[in-house]
C-alpha cells in the first residue's frame, strides 16, 4: 500500500518535469543586458565618455591612445613631443587627477647617492685604531672615546664621517652598542666631555 502511495505522488513530477535553474536564470539576464549599455573595452569607455562631452576634442587622439592595447605594454611618447606617459596599470583605482597630463607624466627623482666613506688605501692612513692594532671592542668601556663617535641625538657616526676602515667601523658600532647595554654612555644622546665646567682664575 505505501509503494503504491508513493507512486501516485511521484508521477505528477515525472509528468510534468520542473524547468532547470539556468533556463529560469536566462530571461531575467536578458533582459537586465538590454537595459544597461555594453562597454566591454577601455575604448568603448572612452567612447562614452567623447559622446558625453566629458573630453575635450583636442584630446579625443590622446584618450584613444591611452586606452589602446599596445600603449598598456610600455611609456610611449605623446605625439611629436618629448615628454613620455605613464600607463595604465591593472586592478589599480583611476583618479580625475590620472587623466591630466601632469598625473600620466613619471616624475623624475634625483636621488643622491649614499656616501660610503673612503676607499681602502686612504682609510688605512686615516684610521687611529688600524694604525695602533686595536680594537674598538676592547675600549667600549672608554666613555670619552665612545662619545666621540656619536651626534647629539646618540646615533652613531657613519663611515664617511669617522673615516675608518670597514672592520673598524663595524667593530667600532658593535663597541657603541655594548657600551650603551652596559650604562657607559647614554642611549638617546652624546656624554658631555667636561662634566664640570671650569671656573677661570
Given at each position: 500500500m505505501s509503494a503504491l502511495s508513493s507512486l501516485l505522488r511521484l508521477s505528477p513530477r515525472h509528468a510534468y518535469p520542473r524547468p532547470s535553474l539556468a533556463r529560469r536564470i536566462q530571461p531575467r539576464r536578458n533582459a537586465s543586458d538590454s537595459q544597461s549599455p555594453k562597454?566591454?573595452?577601455?575604448?568603448?569607455?572612452?567612447?562614452?565618455?567623447?559622446?558625453?562631452?566629458?573630453?575635450?576634442?583636442?584630446?579625443?587622439?590622446?584618450?584613444?591612445?591611452l586606452t589602446s592595447k599596445e600603449y598598456?605594454?610600455?611609456?610611449?611618447?605623446?605625439s611629436s613631443a618629448t615628454r613620455y606617459v605613464m600607463p595604465f596599470q591593472h586592478k589599480i583605482f583611476v583618479r580625475p587627477y590620472d587623466f591630466t597630463?601632469?598625473?600620466?607624466?613619471?616624475?623624475?627623482?634625483?636621488?643622491?647617492?649614499?656616501?660610503?666613506?673612503?676607499?681602502?688605501?686612504?682609510?688605512?692612513?686615516?684610521d687611529i685604531f688600524h694604525k695602533l692594532e686595536m680594537d674598538p671592542v676592547h675600549e667600549a668601556t672608554n666613555s670619552h672615546l665612545m662619545a666621540s663617535f656619536v651626534t647629539k641625538m646618540g646615533k652613531i657616526l657613519t663611515r664617511a664621517e669617522t673615516n675608518l676602515t670597514w672592520k673598524s667601523q663595524r667593530r667600532l658600532g658593535k663597541a657603541i652598542r655594548r657600551a650603551r647595554m652596559i650604562g657607559i654612555i647614554p642611549q638617546l644622546s652624546r656624554r658631555p666631555m667636561k662634566w664640570f665646567p671650569t671656573t677661570k682664575q
Open positions: 562597454a566591454e573595452s577601455l575604448a568603448d569607455v572612452s567612447g562614452l565618455f567623447r559622446q558625453a562631452g566629458d573630453v575635450p576634442s583636442g584630446e579625443q587622439g590622446l584618450a584613444q591612445k598598456s605594454r610600455g611609456p610611449q611618447r605623446v597630463l601632469k598625473g600620466r607624466s613619471p616624475n623624475k627623482r634625483y636621488t643622491k647617492p649614499q656616501e660610503l666613506g673612503p676607499s681602502a688605501k686612504e682609510a688605512k692612513q686615516t
